[in-house]
């Protein structure tokens, strides 16, 4: 005996809410959506053309679909037709993959997805699952779509046209002994610019134009082939000439496309080629790729960003203005990894934001061994007399101050030293040891007092039990995050194209994200 199985008559039911699950994700998606307010999506209102589909309703399918490990426009449509969570949240519309496509990269979308975190953070607190009391800040690498081979490296760029500068002088300088052209006038000496060569091929093309003339008005054969003999240098000189100008104008470009970075790729000229641990042997390959930034509380990630150097250390000052702009106030402790430990850093959070900074520096665990600690070679460890301002070294000479340095690093922050040098190194049993000085000088020892007393703020505030408490949640807290998403969502590379659509994207990422983590805490 069966149960009752006939394809001819109508199942029920039809609402297909019943099929869900009372967790489903499809539900969490659909009440996270519906809290942004209202004026969030005026800006995708058209009043020509056909009806657009919801917006609302677009973000819906698009979060749920990366929820499911899902970022493929094509796949995303074809899971429309065939999955319940996607019917109901569609309620029965089936836009096509380009539809989709088109939507998640619009500029007005990133309004949206910042609006979700908000709302989402909102119920966080409401629901008491964060306690607002510190951020943990932390980054990784993800790959661009982009072909790893299409990199263009800003020190081969600047090489070559450097090399071209020289070429085209020089060439300038021999039309004017050949008295080919006449001297024309220079915005500078140093260079000659794409409006000049300009110049200078219009130049030659009157030449080249008075030799043609000239061949056509004679017919003796001789001096036709004397008359195109001289013109030849004149033509090769002016295909040279054009050549420089596309060059000159494609290494112009190429510096302007680069910025501040060391390298872009062709395919995607937003994405820098970063070095990133593929396997568990940490054989990092050389790829194109964004560095992206998050803070979380609670395993959820409340705020992002995208930036194009590879380092953490220049991304924490414009990550924390980025925050408190688009997110949310900053709590009182803010919590790094020692890849943000700098005076710049400490400096902007301390002195600018009023905040506590739970980030130690390169070299805090390497301070807490043994062995850093009884090394009498080690500055660190020397005898200082504050009264003299002078350093004690092992061999019991004396370093004393001789004058201040400043020294600013690529971002312009500055730096200040104080100089000290030891009285007498000659003879020192203990030089080879102590210095790589060359014979005759005296060991120097550069002091920069403000670092100083940031590393000591920075130990003082970890060693106390309720700030190393909070310090040593970090590792727990931000870290899951990364590995949940490139492990369980297996997101490790984006589907899109440029800074804009790839920040769209990681954003939807991040929020599939913690909608799962905050479905397995329900």
Known sequence: MFKDYTMNQIVLPLDLEMKLQENDIAIHVH??????????????????????YHPRMMLKIILCAYSQSVFSGRKIEALLKDSIRMMWLAQGYEPSYRTINRFR?????????????????????????????????????IEANANKFTFVWKKSIERYHAS??????????????????????????EQLSVEELAQMVQKVD?????????????????????????RKHPKQVRKKLIDFILRKQKYQQD??????????????????????????????????????????????????????????????????????????????????????????NYNDILSNRKRE??????????????????????PDNWEYEKETDT??????????????????DRTGFERK???????????????????????GNNRKLMVNEKWEQQKEYVRSKLSEEKTGAIYRKRKIDVEPVFGFLKANLRFTRFSVRGKSKVENEMGIALMAVNLRKFIANN
């Open 391 to 408: 350093y004690i070294c092992p061999n019991q000479k004396r370093l004393e101050f001789q004058h201040y340095s400043t020294r600013h």
């Open 31 to 52: 009440h996270l959506v519906e809290s942004i307010p209202h004026k969030v999506f005026e800006p995708f209102l058209r009043n020509e053309g056909c009806p657009a």
């Open 105 to 141: 990269v619009q500029p007005e979308v990133k309004e949206v997805i910042r609006e979700c975190f908000v709302q989402f953070r909102c119920q966080l607190v409401e629901e008491k699952l964060i306690d607002q009391e510190a951020i943990f800040i932390d980054g990784t690498k």
């Open 357 to 378: 900074a739970l980030i130690t520096y390169n070299l805090y665990l390497k301070e807490q061994k043994k062995k850093y600690k009884q090394n009498l070679f080690n």
């Open 164 to 189: 071209l500068i020289e070429k085209s002088n020089e060439l300038y300088t021999e039309l004017l002994k050949s008295e080919i052209i006449p001297e024309i006038e220079r915005e500078t000496s």
């Open 417 to 439: 030293f104080k100089i000290y040098e030891c009285e007498d190194c000659l003879g020192c049993p203990f030089r080879s040891s102590c210095t790589k000085a060359k014979e």
């Open 255 to 344: 510096l302007e496309t680069f910025g501040t970075r060391n390298s872009y790729s062709k395919t995607d000229t937003d994405a820098t080629f970063m070095r990133m641990k593929d396997d568990y042997m940490k054989n990092g390959q050389l790829k194109a790729g964004y560095n992206v930034q998050i803070a979380t509380e609670g395993q959820y990630t409340l705020a992002y960003s995208l930036f194009s150097n590879p380092t953490d250390t220049r991304t924490l000052i414009p990550f924390l203005d980025r925050i408190e702009q688009d997110y949310f106030e900053l709590p009182k402790h803010i919590v790094a990894d020692a890849g943000y430990g700098s005076e710049q």
């Open 206 to 230: 009157e030449v080249v134009t008075k030799f043609d003339k000239q061949i056509e008005a004679t017919s003796d054969i001789p001096k036709r082939k004397a008359l195109r003999a001289e």
